[in-house]
């Protein structure tokens, strides 16, 4: 409670924003890994998982410091706003247009079953050391796919507002979660209220893009920092009213739309 | 996953050039390309208008109604897209 009370509000977005993206994407990365675990065997999962996040690592701990000591700071505040304010967009757009039933939603049981199906009709392919080059593959590309959009998220909010660790923290701790819950719940993904989190993140980035593009450009944001939580209200507003009105207007929303599988942007 | 039909035969640099520039195409544009151009064509207006100091104050409450307007105008046009494949 002390430390919630005394830290900046901008932080504890922050701390919210990384942690919700990355329970998100690690979401989908661990529907792969379970998938490739249960069909071709844990091992050869295990090792794509632990290389990925290795090499994820290495790319936040490479880019984050050489950005923050070789950028200058407004440019960086300018570029990594846009492209948060891009990347929260889509977030947000997509998250609207599913909770007004105008597209499918994601469907984890979904992906699973179609990962199951293709690693089962695969060929076992095994390099000398007795590792499935297939299951460490897919495990490998579904971790490290998944982690790329976490750590541009993780690397611009970081080096921005100056809290990498932090940032990078949150992000680790996400991966510690949703990792123990999907060992609790084994192959129960479906239930995690995905687009909810979606929604949340959407509204983070798209605030603090807004709020880091505004202080590379020298906009005078009244309350400083104090700025990012009422952008964050405001931008839900816009977003729940949105909702609302597609769903008053549209002809029985969501009618006949398949739970989707996709991957790529959730 | 589709066939690579620029990767063929091609040195692993050019190869992996091409697939570094589709990722960023893809993480940015996609299929939202009206997001990202209102987003810059944002960035630049505001920009502008932060170049008068006496002007900095009203741009921290134009900023946000532009970009609600970029995101509204693509909601807008996703939906329309939606319920024009649900009716065919």
């Given amino acids: ?266 | 996953m589709a066939e690579d039909p620029i990767g063929s035969g091609r040195p692993t640099v050019i190869r992996w050039t091409v697939a570094f520039g589709r990722f960023w195409w893809d993480f940015l544009i996609g299929d939202t390309p009206e997001l990202f151009v209102g987003t810059v064509a944002v960035i630049v207006a505001v920009a502008v208008i932060c170049l008068q100091p006496g002007l900095r104050t009203a741009a921290a409450f134009l900023m946000p109604v532009l970009v609600t307007a970029v995101l509204l105008a693509s909601v807008g046009r996703a939906a329309r897209r939606a319920r024009r494949d649900q009716s065919q």
């Fill in chain 1, 1 to 266: 409670m002390l430390i919630a009370s005394s830290a900046p509000s901008g932080a504890l977005v922050l701390v919210a924003a990384v942690f919700l993206a990355s329970a998100v994407e690690m979401v989908e990365a661990l529907t792969i890994v379970l998938a490739v675990g249960v069909t071709r065997g844990w091992r050869s999962a295990f090792e794509g998982v632990a290389v990925a996040l290795a090499a994820l690592a290495a790319l936040v701990v490479l880019f984050g410091p050489a950005l923050v000591h070789y950028v200058p700071l407004s440019v960086l505040r300018l570029v990594v706003g846009g492209l948060l304010l891009v990347f929260g967009l889509q977030w947000l757009r997509k998250a609207i247009l599913r909770a007004a039933g105008l597209k499918a939603k994601h469907d984890e049981d979904a992906i699973y079953a179609e990962q199951v199906a293709e690693l089962d009709g695969g060929t076992r392919g095994t390099s000398g050391s007795g590792r499935d080059t297939t299951a460490f593959a897919v495990a490998f590309k579904g971790v490290f796919l998944e982690g790329l959009e976490v750590v541009v998220i993780v690397i611009t909010l970081g080096t921005t507002s100056h809290r990498l660790g932090l940032a990078a923290m949150a992000a680790g701790a996400a991966v510690v979660v949703v990792c123990i819950v999907g060992l609790i719940v084994h192959r129960q993904l479906s239930g995690v209220p995905e687009n909810a989190m979606k929604m949340g993140v959407g509204l983070m980035l798209v605030s603090f893009g807004t709020f880091w593009v505004g202080e590379g450009v020298h906009v005078t944001w009244p309350g400083s920092d104090l700025a990012i939580p009422v952008l964050v209200a405001c931008y839900g507003l816009v977003a729940w009213l949105t909702v609302v009105v597609l769903r008053r207007t549209g002809e029985g929303p969501g009618a006949g739309l398949a739970p989707t599988g996709e991957a790529a942007h959730g």
